[in-house]
């Protein structure tokens, strides 16, 4: 994994858009601490994250409710099943998913935006090639269907 330091958010924009152009990296993720990446509904206690499972069952009832939208609910189409818990999430609902934008500039708003944390730390974005994110999953899923243990992959 490489690293690059820079003095502030601007100047980490800039290195980010750059390599993007590159072609090195596609998606960014911005941060305002240089922590693992884990998924809001991953940093909760116990307690907390039966609440938000109660939270996000709520919002399926109200989806289900919704002139319009009960539709959504009668499906097992992975895309509209990922599209509604995208939509609880960015409704302040904690869930499994993990953010990030194909846009630099995005990234860095969220790397300095809003309050600080209490330990103040360097914050960042991170940046991804999907690609090879994509080649590095596929070895291990490849090898547990090949020996016939798709079964214990949650992906």
């Known amino acids: 994994m490489k690293s690059y330091k820079v003095n502030n958010v601007a100047e980490a924009v800039e290195l980010a858009k750059k390599l ?5 990296y596609d998606w960014f993720r911005g941060q305002k ?7 809001s509904f991953a940093r ?8 938000a499972t109660h939270k996000r069952r709520r919002f399926v009832q109200w989806i289900k409710m919704t002139p319009g939208l009960e539709h959504l609910t009668d499906t097992n189409d992975p895309i509209v099943v990922d599209s509604i818990i995208a939509i609880a999430q960015h409704y ?21 935006h809003g309050e ?3 330990n103040e730390g360097t914050s960042c974005i991170i940046c991804l090639n999907t690609k090879e994110f ?7 899923i490849e090898f547990y269907q090949k020996v016939g243990l798709e079964n214990y992959l949650d992906c």
């Open 92 to 112: 302040g609902i904690e869930t499994n998913f993990v953010d990030f934008t194909s846009n630099p500039e995005i990234a860095g708003f969220f790397a300095s």
């Open 134 to 140: 994509s080649d590095f999953w596929r070895e291990p």
């Open 33 to 39: 601490q240089n922590w693992r990446v884990k998924s």
């Open 116 to 118: 600080l944390p209490k």
């Open 44 to 51: 909760l206690d116990d307690k907390k994250r039966e609440l």
């Open 20 to 24: 993007k152009q590159e072609g090195l």
